[in-house]
């Protein structure tokens, strides 16, 4: 049912560390990684594409990322920012 989405590939400066990750349910991740679904790193709420705010997804749009309190293992907001300026949200 969930699944350790990785926020950018394993490349470079985001290797596997809990930072480059999320966990998410199965068909929400295949969303994330298709870029119709990014995080809004200033508000850390979920954005999506056009196209979703058709569906039901759109009660996803601007709800807040539930995140670890321990910052360690809280995702990096520069791979968040990375992984949306990708999407082109």
């Not at 990750?21 to 999506?48: C, E, N, P, Q, Y």
């Amino acid at each position: 049912m969930l699944e350790a989405a990785c926020i950018v590939p394993f490349r470079g400066k985001f290797p596997h560390h809990p930072s480059n990750g999320l966990l998410l349910r199965a068909d929400i991740h295949a969303l994330f990684d298709l870029g119709k679904i990014a995080i809004d790193t200033g508000s850390m709420s979920v954005v999506l594409t056009e196209d979703l705010m058709q569906t039901s997804y759109r009660l996803l749009a601007g709800r807040p990322l539930r995140y670890p309190k321990e910052e360690e293992h809280r995702p990096s907001n520069e791979a968040l920012d990375l992984h949306r300026r990708s999407a082109g949200l």
